[in-house]
């Protein structure tokens, strides 16, 4: 691995974990066991080692979805991939993170998200319509506007201010709030088929559980 990609790697760890502001560029150079100066030879500013994590989290992100697409047979597949995905990865990330990309006004950062995603909520549209047509979601349903709220930055940040209110951890927000929003959006049909794979990925969930 490359010396660049080391840094990202061992930046990302300590962003997840403590939050962007208690890191700093010290705090860095001795996780990957480099000086100062050729950590900022590297990267000339924490803000720029910030924006190079970002954006290989947003290309991992992207892909991601992108093979979840591939994999996708419905719009309600593909929720609920991206919903137990979102579960996961959040679990070894510190809430304080995404609390330090608000209060510290990285705004290029957020539309740096928005930009790289931007290209998804076409595809996004086109599933949420061939729900409607096969009768697993509703007519009445804006494929459109759903399929912008989805990447809704500021909606994360209300999951976790609920979350921060109610004493809970974000996941447990994220799959409550996902599974009544999807159950809104479907038919009778949709709603036996979502119950139908949340039910068969909890049994594999549990299966994985007792082997492991």
Do not use: W
């Amino acid at each position: 691995m490359e010396l660049a990609q080391k840094i990202k790697a061992a930046a990302t760890q300590l962003f997840f974990a403590n939050g962007i502001k208690a890191v700093s560029m010290d705090d860095v150079s001795k996780s990957v066991g480099i000086s100062k100066r050729t950590l900022y030879e590297t990267f000339a500013s924490k803000d720029a080692l910030l924006m190079a994590c970002v954006d290989d989290l947003m290309r991992m992100r992207i892909e991601k979805l992108e093979s979840q697409l591939v994999l996708a047979t419905s719009f309600v597949d593909l929720m609920l991939r991206s919903m137990y995905e979102a579960m996961s990865m959040l679990q070894s990330v510190n809430v304080v993170f995404f609390e330090d990309i608000e209060r510290l006004n990285y705004v290029h950062v957020n539309e740096a998200v928005t930009s790289k995603l931007d290209g998804m909520k076409a595809r996004i549209t086109a599933l949420i319509e061939e729900g409607k047509r096969k009768g697993i979601l509703r007519e009445d349903v804006d494929s459109t506007l759903i399929s912008v709220l989805l990447f809704h930055e500021h909606s994360k940040g209300m999951m976790r201010k609920i979350a921060e209110a109610r004493g809970c951890e974000v996941p447990y927000v994220i799959k409550h709030f996902s599974l009544i929003f999807l159950r809104g959006m479907a038919t009778d049909k949709g709603v036996r088929l979502i119950d139908e794979q949340v039910d068969s990925i909890n049994k594999t969930t549990q299966n994985a559980k007792i082997d492991s």
